[in-house]
């Protein structure tokens, strides 16, 4: 025990330098309310800080769901963060697409999606954004890979297809065992339409010859069916053709030296006089006008997309932050290190923006069936751009 003398010693020199009577007098005159605020603070500083759970919908978005919907969103987000996302890091650093994923995916497809009968929206406006935001809030390769097998191979199907090959086609897509992939032939510049269709014979499938085509699938190899665009040479109208793996002339090459949405192994097609039957093209096709009925279908999705990509990036930066310790401190706990703090703050209200923005987009969708609302750009680029 220590000595109580050298204790008393001091206290007494403390007080010598405290004015007692100034100081109880200040304390008398404040009022309770602030000095309950001021033994807080003292108190609090005492205590470490527990960190919020991170959540970039601040708005809490899927509110808008029902309880049976929300059971839809959580077997979505729990198949990506617990399959996708452990693995998901390698394969972007290396370019590759997760085959390994493909049968657990499609699992994951079937309960949720699946569930009702196919449409490219097929569990409504609303949820089925959610659902896509979800998918890319953890890795939009992913995503893209759904949209580009669910919502334009089979949604080309769907929309423009005959019933016999809707019931050839369209069951074993559903079930992912055969995967689709999807060319507008533009290689070298947006809605410039390179490939060429002619007839052979009475079929107006026709031949087509010696173009090149960007495709949107999940692999170098030629998948099972490509549905490619192509214009014709007699009226320059836009058709679409179902090219199926191991046609003659037809060859696929992986687009190399990609830097965003590795995973998906985008391509270019070669076309060498490539004959396709009758029975392979899509009657409902006759003009560019349906292929943009339906990428305006598809649009509300891909900005759902797009506002999970923002989320997700939000999410791991302000992770990584309040782990790293930077001079002894951890950076965002600390008022000290303004710059993170700022970065997030910056990052927080345009994710927000980007949600709510997106739930604008699909009611204005739904109102107008499916037409894309005509939004002046100023005003959808103030939206996202807004802090």
């Known amino acids: 025990m220590a000595p109580v003398l050298p204790q008393m010693s001091n206290l007494a020199r403390m ?79 290396r370019g590759e697409f997760p085959h390994e994923l493909v049968p657990g995916f499609a699992r994951m497809i079937g309960e949720t999606f699946g569930s009702r009968p196919y449409a490219i929206d097929a569990l409504g406006p609303t949820l089925t954004g959610i659902a896509a935001m979800e998918m890319a809030r953890v890795d939009a390769s992913m995503y893209t890979f759904f949209g580009v097998h669910w919502g334009l191979c089979m949604g080309s199907l769907y929309l423009f297809g005959s019933e016999e090959q809707k019931q050839r086609w369209m069951p074993p897509l559903e079930r992912f065992e055969k995967i689709g992939s999807w060319a507008l032939t533009e290689p070298d510049v947006g809605s410039a339409n390179r490939c ?15 173009q090149r085509a960007r495709r949107s699938g999940a692999a170098t190899r030629p998948l099972p069916i490509s549905i490619s665009f192509c214009a014709h040479v007699s009226d320059h109208q836009v058709n679409a053709f179902i090219i199926e793996r191991d046609t003659p002339g037809y060859s696929v090459e992986k687009l190399e030296g990609k830097t965003a949405l590795r995973a998906v192994q985008n391509a270019n097609i070669r076309l060498e006089n490539v004959h396709v039957s009758e029975a392979n093209r899509l009657p409902g096709v006759t003009s560019f006008r349906d292929v943009a009925r339906q990428l305006a279908v598809a649009r509300s999705v891909v900005a759902w997309a797009m506002a999970g990509t923002a989320m997700g990036a939000y999410e791991r930066a302000l992770d990584y932050a309040n782990k790293r310790v930077q001079f002894g401190r951890r950076s965002l706990p600390s008022s000290s290190f303004k710059t993170g703090w700022c970065r997030c703050s910056v990052m927080s209200p345009r994710c927000r923006a980007c949600c709510c923005g997106s739930a604008s987009y699909t009611r204005a969708m739904a109102r107008s069936a499916t037409s894309a609302p005509r939004w002046p750009r100023p005003s959808a680029a103030s939206i996202c751009a807004r802090r």
């Open 15 to 93: 007080f010598q330098q405290v004015n007692l009577g100034a100081m109880v007098r200040t304390l008398g005159n404040i009022q309770p309310t602030d000095l309950a605020l001021i033994v807080k603070s003292i108190t609090d500083r005492a205590r470490p800080k527990k960190i919020p759970a991170i959540n970039g919908d601040f708005y809490d978005i899927s509110d808008v769901l029902t309880p049976e919907e929300r059971v839809i969103q959580q077997a979505v987000r729990s198949y990506m963060e617990q399959r996708v996302r452990p693995v998901i890091g390698k394969y972007w650093e």
């Open 196 to 210: 060429r269709a002619e007839d052979h014979g009475t079929a107006r499938g026709g031949r087509l010859g010696h």
